[in-house]
């Protein structure tokens, strides 16, 4: 039996959206399930090399919780290559800046670092208040 190899082509014409609340649900496992989903990897027909994966829009992106002192603790750093120019950020002042950013960077980090990588995350959708402008496209409800 030969191994089914997913076109391109393919992967475009069955592309689903789906819509998460982040509620209450803890950064990492969200992330996870958001980066499997935007992979491909929940599909009998995941091909490594193409980009299989389905959209993913998120919402109430504010409301997302961390465990444990992490809500205190974590730092997002950001360096322009300067001697002595580091910066840091804790997770509070990104959220009051930023509040889709904590999900953006954590889906990123669990995404490939080349270029299937970066289509990948741009079918990520994140928005810090309960709607969205995508009802067009019927989103279906991701359990998390």
């Known amino acids: 039996m030969p191994t089914y190899v997913a076109k391109p082509a393919e992967a475009q014409a069955t592309r689903k959206w789906y819509v998460v609340d982040a509620t209450n649900l803890p950064l ?30 998120v919402v109430n992106a504010s409301k997302v919780k961390l465990t444990g002192t992490k809500a205190t603790d974590k730092m997002y750093y950001r360096h322009s290559g300067y001697p002595g120019a580091i910066r840091g950020e804790s997770f509070a002042d990104v959220m009051k800046r930023h509040p889709d950013a904590p999900i953006t960077l954590a889906v990123k980090g669990m995404l490939p670092k080349n270029v299937l990588g970066r289509q990948m995350l741009d079918k990520l959708k994140v928005y810090g208040a309960g709607d969205h402008p995508h009802t067009a496209q019927k989103p279906e409800a991701l359990s998390v």
């Open 28 to 57: 990492g496992r969200l992330a996870s399930k958001i980066a499997t989903v935007l992979r491909g990897k929940h599909k009998p027909t995941y091909t490594p090399h193409v980009d299989t994966g389905d959209f993913v829009i």
